[in-house]
Every structure is written in C-alpha cells, then in structure tokens.
C-alpha cells in the first residue's frame, strides 16, 4: 500500500517549465470581440476569441499577457497598407492602445520587436471582410473566388513580416469567419 504513491509519481510526466509572456491579436472585428451589446448597441468586448484564449491555455500552463492591435472593419489589405494607419477607437478592443502612424501590420511588426522574445502567440483573425459583399452578389460564389486570390496574398505578406520580426518559435495561430455562403 505505501508502494501506490510512488509507482504513480514514477509513472508521471515531469512537469513541464510555465510559459510566460504576450499573446498579440490582430484582425479584424472577430479579434476585438464584436457584439451586439445591451440597448441594442454593437461594440467591441472582453468575449472575443484571444480574450478567451488567454484563460484555457493558462490551464496548460502558458500564463500570457493579451495585447490586441485588432481593429474592427479590417481586411487583409486594410492590414498591409500604409494609406490605413491607425484604427477608429470605437473599433478598437476596450482599452488597446491605437497605433495612429501605422498599419495594423507595421504596428505589430514594431510591438512584436520591441519585446523581443516575449511574444510567444500571435493570432489572426483576418478575411471575412475581404468578401463581406459577396452574399448579397447574384453570384456570391463567383465573388469569393475572385476575392480570395489577393486576401491569400495579402495574408501570405502579413504572416511573413511577422514571423520576420518574432522567429520560428513565435507560433502564429489564424482563423477566420465561418462561410457564409452556407448561411
């Protein structure tokens, strides 16, 4: 009987070192938590997906910080270019800080090496906006597809500045909207 104990401590996995460090959002309404809100407003919020990243992965031991350069309306393009600096502040996450001389891109790149070595997630949640007017199109379908090719470009320059500025070890994590031609 005193022998159970320390057969199961033997069959235990070490315990793995905690993470530490930020999570980055970026994207698109979907990062900064869009909803409708009391009264029948709509505004950014506390519920969206990093938002509720940040507790289910301390569960597994990575304790980050969230800082989200989100900006509601976005779209790969909106994210690149130089001519869309800055961010509405009522699109923004509650509390982020604006990034007033920059792209939601450069913004990230520059954070992302100011904290060399401390940003240990980026997630993206970019797309949906890119083909937001192709369900009311006579041939939404048609509309998606001749979309799709510069979103995917765009997001292939976003992904690569990014891992530039953050190395191989920063994982980057991207979602995007459900179809909504199903709907």
Not at 172 to 177: A, C, E, H, L, P
Request: proline share 7%.
């Amino acid at each position: 009987l005193l022998l159970a104990p320390a057969a199961v401590a033997a069959n235990k996995k070490p315990a793995q070192k905690p993470v530490k460090g930020i999570l980055l959002s970026l994207g698109d309404s979907y990062s900064v938590g869009w909803q409708e809100l009391p009264g029948g407003t709509q505004g950014s919020t506390h519920n969206g997906p990093a938002d509720q990243l940040v507790p289910l992965v301390a569960a597994r031991g990575w304790h980050l910080k969230l800082v989200n350069l989100g900006c509601g309306g976005a779209t790969t393009t909106s994210m690149l270019t130089a001519s869309s600096v800055g961010c509405d502040p009522q699109a923004l996450a509650p509390g982020a800080t604006n990034y007033p001389n920059q792209s939601q891109t450069q913004a990230a790149v520059a954070f992302i090496k100011s904290h060399r070595n401390q940003v240990k997630v980026v997630t993206i949640s970019i797309g949906g906006n890119d083909v937001d007017g192709c369900p009311v199109q006579a041939d939404p379908t048609a509309c998606v597809k001749a979309n799709m090719p510069t979103a995917t470009r765009n997001l292939t320059k976003i992904v690569k500045q990014l891992r530039a500025a953050g190395g191989k070890q920063m994982r980057i994590i991207g979602s995007t909207y459900p179809d909504v031609e199903l709907g």
